[in-house]
């Protein structure tokens, strides 16, 4: 289950549901979790959307996160 309009205080930012940040022209998508990577891919690529994913995942680099995508 995808968890949507949830209030990330670090990010200062709001969690959407895909339909909503896709009508919304949101440009980057970001996975806090890889294990729903897959799924997420899926669900997007169904929706004929083409935007950006960046995948977080729990390696660090010193104090930042690393990205893959």
């Known amino acids: 289950m995808i968890e949507q309009r949830l ?9 959407l549901a895909p ?5 919304m022209g949101a ?5 806090m979790n890889p294990n729903y990577e897959t799924e ?6 169904g929706m004929g959307w083409t935007a ?7 390696a660090s680099d ?3 996160l690393k990205h893959v995508s």
Do not use: D, H, K, W
């Open 40 to 45: 997420i891919q899926n669900m997007i690529a």
């Open 52 to 58: 950006e994913v960046a995948v977080l995942n729990e």
């Open 27 to 31: 440009a980057t998508i970001v996975i």
């Open 62 to 64: 010193g104090s930042q």
């Open 7 to 15: 209030n990330i205080p670090l990010l200062q930012n709001v969690t």
């Open 19 to 23: 339909q909503e940040a896709m009508q």
